[in-house]
């Protein structure tokens, strides 16, 4: 049995969401290698949940928010994954002839999208009009489908989020590195607007990797929780401080 003692607010005045450093977070793995770290907000995600119509796309960002997954984590997620008595889903990452499994829990949120979208039938209803049998619609199916295939696939994900963001008219928000221009004799610094980027499901990902760094959960279960193979990893993309960081840190504490 997993035991969990740091909650992730979905909301926090004293949050790093709602202070004027300039963050550098750069992203070292995968295919976001050397690019600068594009995540979703509180604000933000509640933005595009607020015009999903599909009960499915209301589970999918749930559990985008919430487990911190990459989208082909998401896709290959069956409902036999979901353990809704302890409130956790496996999580299966396959790479050429590996494979991990890590579980995450999740909130009472998401646990009434499941209720509405597996228990009242609209995601059978929902699925394609002739499954093939009735596990599929059980235990061994899918949990995201869509109206044509019984497994919503990793770069549907990437589509379908964009799409509801375009129509949220939501951007993410992107830390780069800034220089210092002091003005006159107050101290403060000049530094460029945040830049907003289109964003995609991944950054679904870095906010949830943000809001843990927020809450000052330990790095290994940040580690844990995302799926990397070291804390090294996780270290290296959201805990990389630049110059206006240490500035402002210094102000604030010294």
Known sequence: ?????????????TSIY?????????????DERDENIVYVTPDMHKKVLDVCE????????RCLWQLGARPSEISNIKLSDVDRDRKEVKLV??????TKT???PYKSSLEFELTEWIDSGKRQSYGPIKWENEHEVSEEGYLINTQRSKK????QIQKRVRELCERANVGGVEYTREQLHPQGQTGKMDVTKRKYRSISSKSWRHGFAMRAMDANMP???????LGHESTEITT??????????AYNAYRQYL
């Open 236 to 245: 290296e993309m959201y805990l990389h401080v630049n110059r206006n960081e």
């Open 54 to 61: 599909i009960q499915r796309d209301r589970v999918l960002l």
């Open 102 to 104: 890590r579980y995450v």
């Open 1 to 13: 049995m997993h035991h969990w003692d740091v909650v992730l607010e979905e909301s926090n005045p």
């Open 152 to 155: 919503m696939s990793a770069d």
């Open 219 to 225: 790095i290994p279960y940040i580690s844990y929780l």
């Open 18 to 30: 709602n202070t004027d450093l300039s963050l550098s977070r750069t992203n070292r793995m995968e």
């Open 93 to 98: 990452t396959k790479k050429q002839d590996d």
